[in-house]
């Protein structure tokens, strides 16, 4: 500890000046009366220690303290509580003694380390649990997860207890390296093949159109079937659509089914697979699976002109075909021109052209919506005579990077938070070098970020007007967004939603209703039902005032009332977690025009994914830990741990050393110190007559 001022340590010889000034002055006078001079000594003593006191906080003096922390090795632990590992045999056994082991080991190691428990499922969640109902087991996603929360703490080593059966996620042998501790494994489920029949997956078109014929295709897998001749059947409405027997010449075989099946019935149509066998199998669970196709009555024709080719046409091409509701035509300016065929949506790409002296808005039907691409290929002059709601402002027609920065208060629709947080994440785009000017009735999406310095130019802003639709991307190389999706996330799918969210804005005709509600019709079981809802005034402002209510039934025609939130200016309403099966919902809204209502369905698809696989893979628990310098133990030896664990000489505590300042002038003992030196002083002038 050390005592720091601002000024030249002689200032301290002012703070005694003036206390002995404060003290001469007041007692000088009296050096020759009748007082005790042991009394007026006193007086001067306690008069100058306060003033020199008060005088030597004015100097804002600090103390410096060296705070010693002792950081223990932190050791996570985690479950596996997923449905696969109380599937086998002794499932009633890891149900009774599994948790309470761990708790036991936790405690045995709470005397040197800190213990952080988890349970894995579809996400990580922290403490025990015991209901080992999670559908999805991702371990990848524990390991992320402790990068995570232990990035720049000590954490010593990792304790997973799994069977290590994962369906989600990537492989945990590589997720593991980013942590670059030691991995212990307990080793759970059984490993044995019994006789089984299993289907390990189905391929089908998530969306097919009303009377298209559709294929699909099931890989079936025999275990110990060798010779013996299994049934299967797809029944949509309780009627085999599709039937086929077939046999394993091997204990282990996969066998490939594919057929053809035919939309005859619009909607979210279901289907079910299921396999005769026998009926001596050990798991009879895995024998059937439904799954589900959403039939649509009619495309959404795109048409994406361009003139010369680049690999943002590729990027929005396969977003958008990524869905099955659109059917893209690439077209060259000349090639539309001729085609003489109209589209729902028309995506011109960094046209009007310097190349060339196209004007998009001849070849523009009436009220079609149009998305424009900007980019250094734009002739800017000619962008800005369309009238589309922005204007570009760019003497030197030069391109600079900005990175997008999403507009919460956009309303046209609405994205989730994970949505929202990567796009703020993703690259930037080359815009143009000027100014933007907007009209009054455009609804921006992205913000430009420039450096960082946040703007209210629109990188992506949309121009409705009763004539027409408009979008403007005011920028290029958006492919790079695809690129940085699946980077982030191992697929494309938040850009492949954003940009076929903004097509089908464009698309659909405008809705004259004021009230409008958003909620994915398909969901999977696990996933909460989360609704947005938007009212609009007749100006066409944005308000929640009134209280919009939902009512949501399921088959048997049990309702469920809600109300919804009020969000800023909208709704927003999470109903929770269903049961799987379909939903229909009546949300409601009055106004003092009237009374406005939606009506739509939902699907929650069920996941048995857990109960398709229950042989335990033990040799990638061993690939894991043998590689990350740990060990895999059975259930029964558990405790085991603890000793391997003290045993280790590289598991120590941290010692941080911070340094701590604190102002004396605002201590209160200081403040107390000075308040008795003048109150004593008080009291002896009082006591002695003065």
């Known amino acids: ?49 306060s003033v020199s006191l008060i005088t030597f906080l004015l100097l804002t003096p600090l103390i410096r303290r060296t705070i010693r922390q002792l950081e223990k090795p932190v050791i996570a632990i985690g479950l596996d509580g997923s449905q696969s590992v109380v599937s086998s045999a002794d499932s009633a056994e890891v149900r009774k003694s599994l948790v309470n082991d761990l708790r036991n080991l936790s405690h045995e190691l709470s005397d040197r380390y800190e213990v952080a428990l988890y349970t894995i499922g579809r996400n990580v969640s922290p403490g025990l649990q015991k209901d080992f109902s999670a559908k999805h087991t991702d371990i990848s996603g524990f390991f992320d997860e402790l990068q995570s929360r232990y990035a720049n703490r000590n954490l ?48 089908v078109s998530k969306q097919v159109y009303l009377g298209d014929q559709f294929p699909f295709e099931i890989i079936a897998e025999l275990d110990k079937y060798t010779g013996r001749e299994v049934r299967l059947s797809v029944l949509h409405s309780g009627e085999a659509v599709f039937t086929k027997a077939f046999s394993a010449y091997g204990d282990h075989e996969f066998i490939r089914v594919g057929g053809i099946l035919e939309a005859k019935e619009k909607g979210i149509q279901k289907y079910t697979i299921e396999i005769e066998t026998p009926g001596d199998e050990f798991n009879m669970g895995n024998n059937k699976r439904d799954f589900y196709v959403e039939v649509v009555e009619s495309r959404i024709r795109v048409a994406l002109a361009y003139e010369s080719p680049h690999p943002d046409i590729a990027a929005i091409v396969n977003a958008l075909q990524s869905s099955a509701k659109f059917e893209v035509t690439q077209l060259r300016p000349a090639e539309l021109q001729s085609k003489q065929r109209t589209y729902d949506l028309y995506i011109f790409y960094q046209i009007p052209s310097t190349a060339g002296l196209f004007d998009p808005s001849k070849l523009l039907p009436g009220g079609s919506p149009v998305l424009y691409i900007i980019g250094s290929q734009t002739d800017l002059a000619g962008f800005n005579r369309l009238k589309t709601g922005l204007v570009i402002n760019s003497r030197r027609n030069t391109m600079t990077d900005i990175q997008p920065i999403l507009n919460p208060d956009f309303t046209l629709f609405s994205f989730n938070r994970e949505t929202a947080l990567a796009i703020s994440e993703f690259p930037p785009l080359q815009c143009p ?59 494309f799918r938040i850009f492949d939603e954003m940009i076929s969210r903004i097509a089908q804005y464009l698309s659909v005709k405008n809705d004259s209703c004021p009230f409008r509600v958003e909620v994915k019709a398909q969901l999977e079981e696990g996933d909460p039902i989360k609704f947005d809802a938007f009212l609009f005034n007749p100006s066409h402002e944005l308000i929640n005032d009134p209280d919009v209510f939902l009512e949501l039934k399921n088959e048997e025609g049990k309702s469920y009332p809600y109300s919804f939130t009020r969000n800023e200016k909208a709704y927003y309403l999470n109903a929770g977690y269903f049961p799987a099966g379909n939903y229909t919902y009546e949300a409601s809204v009055k106004t003092a025009q009237a009374l406005y209502k939606k009506q739509g369905r939902i699907s929650i698809i069920p996941l048995d994914i857990e109960l398709v696989n229950l042989v335990a893979d033990h040799a990638l628990l061993q690939q894991i830990s043998s590689k990350y310098e740990g060990k895999v133990v059975s259930r029964k030896d558990i405790l085991s741990l603890a000793q391997l664990l003290k045993k280790r000489g590289d598991l120590k505590s941290i010692i941080h050393l911070q340094r701590k300042y604190i102002e004396l002038a605002g201590e ?22 003065m």
């Open 1 to 49: 500890m050390s005592l720091l001022i601002e000024y030249p340590l002689w200032f301290l010889l002012f703070c005694f000046l003036n206390g002995a000034a404060f003290s001469f002055g007041l007692y000088y006078r009296r050096r020759n009366t009748s007082e005790n001079f042991i009394v007026l000594a006193g007086l001067v003593l306690l008069r100058f220690l």
């Open 156 to 203: 010593g080593a990792v304790i997973i207890a799994t069977d290590g059966i994962y369906n989600k996620g990537t492989n945990p042998y590589y997720a593991a390296q980013k942590l670059n501790v030691p991995v212990y494994s307990i080793a759970l489920g059984d490993t044995s093949l019994h006789r089984d029949v299993l289907i390990r997956s189905v391929s």
């Open 433 to 491: 070098a000027g100014t933007f000017e907007t009209a009054g009735l455009t609804d921006v999406l992205c913000y430009q970020n420039i450096g960082n310095m946040s703007t209210k130019f629109p990188l992506i802003l949309f121009y409705d007007m009763p004539e027409r639709k408009t979008c403007i991307i005011a920028g290029e190389n958006i492919w790079r967004w695809r690129i940085a999706d699946y980077i982030q996330k191992s697929d």
């Open 668 to 689: 209160w003992w200081l403040f107390l110190l000075v308040l008795l030196l003048l109150s004593a002083e008080w009291a002896i002038r009082k006591r002695s007559g």
